[in-house]
DNA sequence: GAATTTTTGAGGTACGTAAATCAAAAATAG
DNA sequence: CTATTTTTGATTTACGTACCTCAAAAATTC
């Protein structure tokens, strides 16, 4: 049987007011009857029932999960994951709510966290903008004892306790590595298609995709990359016209939003001349794609897994708990036509 | 604030006795009264608290993993978690134990199945062997009320609940589709490398990765499967030959275990001649040969992830509880060495 | 050694549910 | 209508921990 603070008691041989001074810190205890009750949970190798302490505490979780509103599939895709969580957290003593913040506006962001930090949740996760006034806010809540977690776009050295997303450089050399052997090795032009080098996902994925093609695959040359703003329309319009221009392009790399409109502008050409296509985040549009052959790979981050990280770690955090890094490394999925989920 | 039973019994006009006999199915209810419970539990939203209740009943999960006695990194790395498991498990309610039994022999795990029978766990994880008497024996497990999850190698048919590993078909398919592509795509042949073809995840992937092969890259020569039943040496001694006597065998691609040996045959081809090589499981070689591009691709399956999730569905099933399926879908991990955990 | 402060013990209540007992009430059978 | 059975209520204890109060004991100060 597990020992409980009952064994802990009788064990160390002091009462049980005693054992509980000790577990939960508080004043009044000599440093020797101290000691004797930590010897006694060790040797017992006691661990405190978390749940029957949360029942005690009569303690509920509470996170704010703040989200940038964006009409792109993968936004959409999280905010849903976000909204099953939280109907699934009835049976848990958990109360989750989302904050929604204009995207891309570093302002509006700040000030959302502020809000939030007004009423002093247990954990924050948000959707990070990388700049200096977000960093110095995510700070002073650290600082307030509110667990920060980012989620899918992390903040560059500041104190965020845990990122739940993917290693976006990797993701870009990962694409540079399959696009490089994908190709057929003679004449290659590869151009890239981009939301804006504005956002820090991006400007990495950028960054992995380059390094790898100049390393390994020096013969490839790269166009200008086109900024499309993660809009479909912008971006059809900016693949057909560079498919008019460089006949040779035989590669696509879409490391952002928009795929629906790259997809458009693919559509129209012969199977033969098709060049070899790579994007991003596994949505219906891109899935079709994948199994009609006008993509060749997806790199997906799946949002639900990183909810469900974010919730975990929030957890952990709230508890004082380690967390299991290897169940949270958020993994950079391939997808090919042949391991669709 | 949640509902409670109190909630209920004032909410539904009758005693805390009586929601108590409702909720865990007692006899002694008219219909009527049963009805009014039931009408109050779902106007009020109530959701039992599952950590009170299992405090209450004194409630411990007992869950038993039977794992194959194998020698081989993967095997020994899937132990390695169940054990990590068990260790974090302390805080938990939980109980569970590994019973080791010789691999690939259906009669042994049959033994050892009833044997964990007898003290009528919880649960029970198994590295299954798919065999008609393994099929009966799970069917008997299951009828005496028992969660089964099979992991990493499943069972035909049976009525196990919930299976934890890869779809060992679309990782074939998976390897094949990146062959053929990362083939030079003039007068190729490949090999393949399988531990056994006795064994259904190998079978499997061959099926998998033969079918796309032939699906999508016709011009691809096959030669005869190797199998080396697993081991190093004796893989090691086959990929040599197969180069040796066949000069143009530019692509290999090894479903099973063993890949030490064949990363040292393979070690010894100037950079310009190695094949493309495919292989299964990120172990320690596996990852140094990917690295220095000894190898070119490694499809993996997470252990870890794995072993926890068989953990929560076999908690969830003693529960009678639903399962997330997006949550515990194992995915095949393709690993390039852009994209290294 | 007395007065004061600090430490410890004993005991209770609470959290939300399970499970039991026993008596009271209601329904059904004869 | 009585006897019997079924249904319901009221109450209690328990799970493991947290948190509170009050008194007793021990240590410290003067």
Redesign the pocket.
Known sequence: ?????????RHA?????????V??G?????????QKVEEAIASLG?????A???????RTYRFSFVLPVNDNSFMIGLKREVEAAIGRSAAERTHMDIIEVPAFDAGALVAALEAVMADKPDGVALVAIDEPRVRACVERLADAGIAIVTLVSDLGASSRHHYAGIDNIAAGRTAGNLMGRFLSKVDDRVGVLAGSMMVRDHRERLEGFLSVLSEDFPQVAILPVMEARDDAGVAEAMVREALRRHVGLNGIYSLGAGNRGLIRALRDLAAETRPVVIAHELTTSTREALVDGTIDAVLNQDAGHEVRSAIRVLKAKADGLPVLAAQERIRIDIFLKDNLP
Chains 1, 2 share one sequence.
């Open positions: 049987m597990k020992p409980t603070v009952h064994d802990i008691a041989g002091v009462s049980l007011a005693t054992v509980d001074r577990l939960n508080r004043a009044g205890v000599r440093g020797i009857t101290r006691y661990v405190r029932d978390l029957a302490a949360n029942l005690a505490k009569g």
